[in-house]
């Protein structure tokens, strides 16, 4: 059986008040009527000083006629016009007072007007500013929580310090040992079939001692850490923000980021050196697979040109990249989880970001050394 449109109708009742008629199966189903018509029919007989609603032929209604009442109660109110509904049903006019008891919440609409390219710009520009300005307020309150803690002043539990460190270190050796022996591989073949052409297949050690141990050994190690620890701190900080537990901490007294972000942001600082020395390690034992499996370089051979290529300063200095990296790893993954929004896709939001914010910073802090260290000489 179709379904009666819905329809509107105008007529005066009397000089001063316009009958609006409402007739058909106000649903979902189908379009809807604008108010607009209603606006019009005003504009166009400017001595009515009220509009009544007839709602006799009305068969059915759900949410759809509400909207239609309200933007009509909108367009009365805009031009001093009584509104009467006495002859609505009762649930509509329940719901009408409802929705008119609490005022509509400014900017709460969608706007559907496109935007123009310079108020792209405009808006990019601001939301970068504020993103900076939260970037530097997180680094100097974790700046003053370090002072805290050089002092002895600041409270975490050391059960949660240790537990963390088991996840950034001791589980996360399975995949830094792969991607690390792959990497020395890949390094070592690509150097050998470039040395072999000059008989020089013995520096296929020197390649891969100095490449891994001083730049790709920590680098590998944190993009790793960065996709792996990263993220599960904006997700577990994202969590938490969503259950309020973050707010519950605040309630108490707790500093979160004393109770949350600090003792992550050490227990990366402590294993990160510790990883990078194990990157190094597999990174080289990678480049003496291919060595001796390829060039018929022997073990002996291989380390003694390993050593010879390589330092204790370009060991160390991995090792310093290291640490810096675990910080801004955990400083990343820790703010985007605090940032995280109060719904469950925000948090996958918030590890996504926080990867991509890990790497970035990675990758920045990688070529700041690489100058500073050529300016001094390391």
Not at 57 to 64: P, R
Not at 124 to 131: K, Q
Not at 244 to 267: C, K, M, N, Y
Request: net charge neutral; proline share 2%; with cysteine.
């Amino acid at each position: 059986m179709p379904v009666e449109q819905k329809k509107i109708s105008f007529q005066r009742r009397d000089n001063e008040t316009l009958l609006l008629s409402l007739s058909g199966s106000w649903r979902l189903s189908g379009s809807i009527p604008s108010a607009l018509l209603v606006e019009r029919e005003l504009q166009s007989a400017p001595d009515v000083r009220s509009v009544a609603v007839d709602s006799g032929k009305l068969l059915s209604w759900d949410s759809t006629l509400l909207i239609f009442l309200v933007e009509l109660s909108e367009i009365c109110r805009r031009h001093g016009i009584n509104l009467e509904r006495q002859a609505l049903p009762m649930g509509v006019c329940k719901l009408l007072d409802l929705a008119e008891a609490v005022p509509e919440k400014k900017g709460a609409r969608k706007t559907t007007g496109k935007t123009t390219f310079l108020e792209y710009v405009g808006n990019s520009a601001i939301d970068a500013g504020l993103s900076i300005g939260e970037i530097l307020k997180f680094t100097g309150e974790m700046s003053l929580t370090f002072i805290r803690l050089l002092r002895i002043k600041v409270r975490f539990r050391l059960v949660d310090l240790l537990l963390l460190m088991q996840q950034c270190g001791a589980q996360a050796l399975p995949i830094v040992t792969l991607i690390s022996f792959l990497v020395g591989v890949i390094l070592a073949f690509v150097g050998a079939v470039q040395l072999r052409k000059f008989g020089a297949q013995i520096y296929v050690a020197d390649l891969v001692g100095i490449a891994v141990i001083h730049e790709m050994g920590a680098m590998m190690t944190g993009i790793i850490m960065a996709g792996r620890t990263g993220a599960a701190f904006a997700a577990q900080l994202g969590t938490m923000k969503v259950t309020q537990e973050i707010d519950a901490l605040t309630t108490l007294g707790l500093s979160p980021l004393e109770f949350l972000v600090l003792p992550r942001v050490i227990a990366l600082l402590l294993m990160m050196p510790l990883l990078c020395l194990y990157s190094d390690l597999l990174g080289v034992l990678g480049g003496a697979a291919v060595g001796m499996g390829m060039l018929d370089v022997s073990w002996a051979t291989y380390v003694r040109e390993t050593i010879h290529a390589v330092g204790l300063r370009d060991l160390f200095g991995g090792i310093f990249k290291s640490s810096v990296y675990g910080v801004l790893i955990a400083l990343s993954g820790c703010l985007r989880g605090l940032q995280c929004g109060n719904s469950s896709s925000a948090v996958g939001d918030a590890a996504t970001s926080a990867v991509v914010t890990s790497i970035v910073a990675i990758i920045t802090a990688c070529g700041i050394f690489a100058v500073v260290f050529y300016v001094l000489g390391i």
